[in-house]
């Protein structure tokens, strides 16, 4: 079944810097890749999506991009603030049917003032 | 509109207890997902539901657990013989049809004594 590996687990950055967060993913049928930010005890949400059509996308300070050959896409938060910390999850469908999504064990992202 | 609403916030049992857990979906989102995630950790896919269709159960851990969805509307997950590792939060999310976003709600925090 699909597999989803996200590094690193944890990313310290100064505010104003830019932060990365690496996914891979095993199933090449996969089509959609959601991220999440979750902030402590919050529900997660929806920050940005791609689909297997395109290579990336943005979103104000927010990018994500999709390499289909290497099976890996990446989150980027450029002039990051201290409310961008939070854990972050990205995630990849298994292509059954039903969309299930699998997700990455997340990264906790902190911003430093 | 209103988001996903699950009840209880909280829930506190005793080991060998039964519970169940309750999940009222995005009206008009005829998929629902259950997840688990324990603490620190990333999200575990559980059960997913899509109209009429048979659900998906296979990411239920044990024959305890089973869920439910009656009228194609709210769901409910029941964990019988509660075990201390059966601690974790509980989110359920809904989705459009068609649609590839799940959107969740705020959780159920279990903790099996």
């Known amino acids: 079944g699909e597999n989803v590996e996200q590094h690193p687990s944890t990313l310290s950055v100064q505010e104003g810097d830019s932060a990365v967060i690496k996914c891979t993913y095993s199933?090449?049928?996969?089509?959609?890749f959601p991220w999440y930010k979750q902030e402590l005890g919050k529900r997660p949400q929806l920050i940005i999506d791609?689909?297997?059509?395109?290579g990336e996308k943005k979103d104000q300070r927010i990018a994500v991009t999709l390499n289909k050959t290497a099976k890996h896409f990446s989150l980027h938060i450029t002039e990051t603030q201290p409310e961008d910390s939070a854990v972050y999850f990205c995630?990849?469908?298994?292509?059954?049917?039903?969309?299930?999504?699998?997700f990455g064990t997340g990264t906790r992202l902190l911003v430093s003032p | 509109g209103a988001g996903v609403s699950q009840s209880p916030s909280n829930k506190v049992t005793e080991k060998g207890k039964d519970v169940e857990l309750r999940c009222d979906p995005i009206?008009?989102?005829?998929?629902l997902y259950w997840y688990r995630q324990s603490l620190g950790q990333g999200l575990e896919f559980l059960i997913y539901?899509?109209?009429?269709?048979?659900?998906?159960k296979s990411g239920l851990p044990s024959d305890r657990f089973s869920a439910e969805r009656t009228g194609g509307s709210v769901s409910t997950l029941t964990i019988q013989r509660t075990q201390q590792e059966d601690s974790a939060v509980y989110l359920c999310?809904?989705?459009?049809?068609?649609?590839?976003?799940?959107?969740f709600g705020p959780g159920t925090r279990l903790t099996v004594l």
């Open positions: 995630a990849a469908t298994l292509n059954t049917g039903f969309q299930k999504l699998v």
């Open positions: 999310a809904s989705g459009t049809p068609g649609g590839d976003t799940q959107y």
């Open positions: 539901f899509q109209g009429n269709s048979a659900p998906d």
């Open positions: 791609i689909r297997s059509n395109v």
């Open positions: 199933d090449s049928a996969s089509n959609y």
């Open positions: 009206s008009g989102h005829t998929a």
